[in-house]
Every structure is written in structure tokens, then in C-alpha cells.
């Protein structure tokens, strides 16, 4: 029996749901790797519970980027489940924001090893550094694909749409909240964490973004 050929909605569904399960594999390793900061006291401890109290930023570390890579593997999933196809920009920016999603366990050990001891200016300036070119390439991503300059387009819904105004109003503080915490940090660094997980907070438990109305959905 001779095969049929795959139709190009069907192609460009097919590698669509290729990026978002590569995209899906970089956050999973990515918020994986986050536990190996959290070491355990030494066998010779005498106070078992001051030694893990003692630890506290690791903790504070460990949540704040396990939320931020959680919220950000969230608002990538709803990205995608309007995307129907992709261009050669769309992968460069999904790069962009996997290179920054990738190194984040690099500045949490930093956190986590200098936040209370002489280093911890620099150690949360890289950390919130990092924050806010993830938050740049994530609207980037979102900005792009979301843009009605494409023929056709990229989304199942249209520019106008009900759904890309809301998630435009949501991911207009981003950047700036991001930025306000690297500039904080020169001041207090640990004023700069509580911020960003504070950001992580308000995107986990903000209003949904409403699914696309059929009528607005295109063909």
C-alpha cells in the first residue's frame, strides 16, 4: 500500500510538537539539577538541626529557581498550545530562552554557597542577570509568534485575539519587575531574591489566560 503524503498542516504540527518536547527535556533537566544544591549535613555534625537551619539559602535558592523555571516551562506550554507552526526565527528564540532556562543552576549555586557571607552582592547580581535575559527572550518568543505581521500566521488565533491581549498585559511587567531586582541587589542582595521569588508568586497564582474563543480560532 502506497503511504500518503503528510499534508503541510500535518508536517507543521508534527514539528511543532518536536521543539515544545526538545523545549520540554531542557526544563526538565534543567529544574532536575536545582537539588543537587541542597547537600546533606556531614555524618560528624553535632547539631544536626542548627546544621540545616544553617543552610537556609540554599533552601531560599532552591525554591525560588525551581518556581521560576516552573512558571516559565508553564507559560511556554500555553504559548505552544497556540502555536501551529514554526519558522526558523521561532527555533532561535526558543534557543535563546533554553540557553538562559539551562544555566540557571549555575547562579542558584551561587546563591546558595555566597548568600550571607562577603560574596553575595555579586552572587545575586549574576543571579538576577540571568532572570532578566530569560524574561527578554521569553517575551521575545512570545512577542514574535504572537505578531500579526505573518502570512501565514503562526498562532491558531488571530493577533487580535481575546487571548493574545490578555497574555500581552500579563507579560508586560516581566522584564521591568526583573530589572528592579538587579538593581536592588547592589543595595540588598537578599531583598533581590525575595523579589524574585515574589515574581514567581504573582505569574504561579495570577488570573488564567483564557482559552481562545472558537470564533476567534483561525482556519
Known amino acids: 500500500m502506497a503511504d500518503h503524503p503528510r499534508s503541510p498542516v ?24 536545582l537539588i543537587l544544591e541542597l547537600k546533606v549535613p556531614p555524618m560528624d ?11 537556609w539559602p540554599s533552601y531560599l535558592a532552591y525554591l525560588t529557581s ?17 502555536i501551529k507552526r514554526c519558522d ?21 549555586a551561587l ?3 555566597h548568600l550571607g557571607h562577603p560574596g ?10 540571568v532572570s532578566v535575559v530569560i524574561a527578554v527572550a521569553f517575551t521575545a518568543l512570545w512577542r514574535y509568534v504572537s505578531s500579526r505581521r505573518h502570512a ?16 500581552n498585559a500579563q507579560y508586560r511587567w516581566g522584564v521591568p519587575a526583573y530589572l528592579v531586582a538587579l538593581a536592588i541587589a547592589q543595595w540588598s542582595p537578599r ?14 497564582f495570577r488570573a488564567p489566560v483564557p482559552d481562545g474563543d472558537p470564533a476567534e480560532r483561525l482556519a
Open 10 to 33: 500535518d508536517a507543521a504540527e508534527r514539528e511543532t510538537a518536536r521543539l515544545e518536547a526538545f523545549s520540554d527535556g531542557v526544563f526538565a533537566i534543567a529544574i532536575t539539577l
Open 45 to 55: 555534625t553535632a547539631d544536626l538541626r542548627a546544621a540545616l537551619l544553617a543552610r
Open 66 to 82: 525551581f518556581g521560576t523555571v516552573g512558571v516559565m516551562w508553564l507559560n511556554h506550554h500555553r504559548i505552544f498550545s497556540l
Open 88 to 108: 526558523h526565527t521561532t527555533l532561535v528564540l526558543n534557543l535563546l530562552l533554553l540557553l538562559g532556562v539551562s544555566v540557571v543552576p549555575f547562579p542558584t
Open 111 to 113: 546563591v546558595a554557597e
Open 120 to 129: 553575595e552582592r555579586l552572587a545575586v547580581t549574576i543571579y538576577a542577570s
Open 152 to 167: 501565514p500566521p503562526l498562532m491558531h488565533v488571530s493577533a487580535d485575539s481575546r487571548v493574545v491581549r490578555t497574555t
Open 191 to 204: 531583598a533581590s531574591v525575595i523579589l524574585c521569588l515574589t515574581m514567581v508568586l504573582v505569574f504561579l
